[in-house]
T-cell receptor, first 113, second 110 residues
Framework: DQQVKQNSPSLSVQEGRISILNCDYT??????FLWYKKYPAEGPTFLIS?????DKNEDGRFTVFLNKSAKHLSLHIVPSQPGDSAVYFC????????????FGKGTRLHILP | DTEVTQTPKHLVMGMTNKKSLKCEQH?????MYWYKQKAKKPPELMFV???????INESVPSRFSPECPNSSLLNLHLHALQPEDSALYLC?????????FGSGTRLTVV
């Protein structure tokens, strides 16, 4: 049973436009959510997180939106840049910060020149 | 120091070999993790250490043996691995709202 779902395996966006990466989850006990970016042969890099008590968190070009009633979150990147081309993983965790986080399968983002 | 350092970066080992992967962080994080990542798949949790004690073992075969000698170090001892164990092994430590990952050890079992 996939608790964190990223239904789009890949996404292509023109440079300068907005990239929107989506993620759905099934477990209502998750209380914080994270986005990671991963280049080939490297470890995931933390991008941005959001607690379940918020519906939006912004950090520079990256904004994460959380819709708890829909169990849906999204990552917006604006404007998209060539260096944003990577695989983006959505992840979710529970109240216990020492517990595991569950990753989605990732979405490969291609920024087109 | 805001990094998780993993060594070696690459490792090739035979199925009869014994080797160890090392992970180190000096951020004062008290939870540390081993993840395994196969190509084009998300990282899969293997072990969680909390305050130097093993708190989660995700039914990992005994040929993988974790060790946490102190709050800054995490080892993964490998013995009698199979070719299907070839993967990127990631170490992470956690803070309030996120994990910090190391760059991983690319393991090839021949």
């Amino acid at each position: 049973d996939q608790q964190v779902k990223q239904n789009s395996p890949s996404l292509s966006v023109q440079e300068g436009r907005i990239s929107i990466l989506n993620c759905d989850y099934t477990n209502s006990m998750f209380d914080y959510f994270l986005w990671y970016k991963k280049y080939p042969a490297e470890g995931p890099t933390f991008l941005i997180s959001i607690s379940s008590i918020k519906d939006k968190n912004e950090d520079g070009r990256f904004t994460v939106f959380l819709n708890k009633s829909a169990k849906h979150l999204s990552l917006h990147i604006v404007p998209s840049q060539p260096g944003d081309s990577a695989v983006y993983f959505c992840a979710a965790g529970g109240i216990n910060r020492d517990d595991k986080i569950i990753f989605g399968k990732g979405t490969r983002l291609h920024i087109l020149p | 120091d805001t990094e998780v350092t993993q060594t070696p970066k690459h490792l090739v080992m035979g199925m009869t070999n014994k080797k160890s992967l090392k992970c180190e962080q000096h951020m004062g994080h008290r939870a540390m993790y081993w993840y395994k990542q196969k190509a084009k798949k998300p990282p899969e949790l293997m072990f969680v250490y909390s305050y130097e004690k093993l708190s989660i073992n995700e039914s990992v075969p005994s040929r993988f043996s974790p060790e946490c000698p102190n709050s800054s170090l995490l080892n993964l001892h490998l013995h009698a691995l199979q070719p299907e164990d070839s993967a990127l092994y990631l170490c992470a430590s956690s803070h309030v709202y996120g994990y910090t990952f190391g760059s991983g050890t690319r393991l090839t079992v021949v």
